[in-house]
């Protein structure tokens, strides 16, 4: 059974920054894509960033820059940098496996992590 289990949010000031972590268990990432997805209040859940088997990364435009998605495939972990956070990041953030046009592939989603941003 495929699990996975996010880390790292927590309350900041606009500005700073973050390293969310992610760990997949039940299944080898190594051939997957797998992605970064953030549910914000009162909002549907969206796609914040992916990255292929050969480490190409996908973002919305206008978090180029200050996004910075890594995989680690023989520890099957992932992680976010987020610099310059803003109020707008502020959600709770899930990992799963899944393209940027695929989206996610797993129905069920870990507990996530609650990253909140104040102005």
């Known amino acids: 059974q495929v699990h996975m289990m996010e880390s790292g949010g927590t309350s900041v000031q606009a500005g700073e920054s973050l390293n969310l972590s992610c760990t997949f268990t039940?299944?080898?990432?190594?051939?997957?894509?797998v992605g970064w997805y953030r549910q914000a209040p009162g909002k549907a859940r969206e796609t914040v960033a992916t990255?292929?088997?050969?480490?190409?990364?996908s973002f919305a435009g206008a978090d180029k820059g200050r996004l910075t998605i890594t995989r680690n495939n023989g520890a099957n972990t992932m992680n976010l940098r987020m610099g310059k956070l803003r109020p707008e990041d502020t959600g709770v953030y899930y990992c799963?496996?899944?393209?940027?046009?695929?989206?996610?592939?797993?129905?069920?989603w870990g507990p996530g992590t609650q990253v909140s941003v104040f102005p």
């Open positions: 799963n496996f899944g393209g940027w046009y695929e989206g996610p592939r797993f129905p069920t």
């Open positions: 039940g299944l080898d990432m190594t051939l997957e894509l």
């Open positions: 990255i292929s088997i050969i480490h190409w990364a």
